[in-house]
C-alpha cells in the first residue's frame, strides 16, 4: 500500500504515541491536528484556496467549508467559536493520519483501522467517541473518506 504524503510519517509516529486518537479521530495535516468537535482558526492552515458558506443541515447558521486542495474541511459555529465538523478527501496521494488513501484496499483499510466498524452497504463507519471516520467503497476500492463529527 502506498500512502504518499513521505514526510509526515515521522509527525504519523508521534501522533500515534500521543493517545489523542485513542478516543477520537483526528487528521494530522502540516503539522495541525484536525479533530471534529474542536475549535478551528482559519491561520492555522495555510493554503485555503477558498471558502464558502451554506445552510448548515445539522446546526444553526451557516457552516464554512474551507478548500485546501487536496480536502475539504468543514467547520459550524459563529466567528468566536468555530468548530471542525468534518474533513473530506479530494486527492488520492493524501493520507489520513493512519495511512489510508484514496484508491487503496478494502484489506488495506481494516488491517489500520480492524474489524470494528459499522457496515452499511459498500460504507464502513469506524467510531471513536463523538468522531467517526467513514470510507466509502467501490469494487474493493477506497472512493471516499471522510472524518466527523457524531451528530
Do not use: H
Not at 480536502?71 to 467559536?81: I, N, R, S
Not at 496521494?93 to 457496515?119: F, H, I, Q
Amino acid at each position: 500500500m502506498e500512502t504518499g504524503g513521505g514526510g509526515q510519517e515521522a509527525a504519523l509516529s508521534d501522533q500515534k504515541g500521543s493517545g489523542a486518537e485513542e478516543d477520537r479521530f483526528g487528521f494530522l495535516y502540516e503539522g495541525v491536528t484536525l479533530i471534529p468537535g474542536e475549535v478551528f482558526e482559519s491561520s492555522m492552515l495555510g493554503g485555503c484556496s477558498g471558502v464558502s458558506e451554506v445552510p448548515s443541515c445539522a446546526f444553526d447558521g451557516n457552516d464554512r467549508v474551507y478548500n485546501y486542495g487536496a480536502f475539504e474541511l468543514t467547520t459550524y459555529g459563529g466567528e468566536e467559536d468555530e468548530r471542525v465538523y468534518s474533513v473530506y478527501f479530494i486527492d488520492s496521494n493524501l493520507p489520513t493520519t493512519e495511512g489510508l488513501c484514496l484508491g487503496d484496499r478494502v484489506e488495506d483499510m481494516k488491517s489500520l483501522y480492524g474489524e470494528e466498524y459499522a457496515a452499511e452497504g459498500a460504507a464502513y463507519t469506524y467510531t471513536r467517541g463523538e468522531t467517526l471516520l467513514t470510507v466509502i467503497t467501490r469494487d474493493d476500492i477506497v472512493v471516499s473518506i471522510e472524518y466527523r463529527l457524531d451528530r
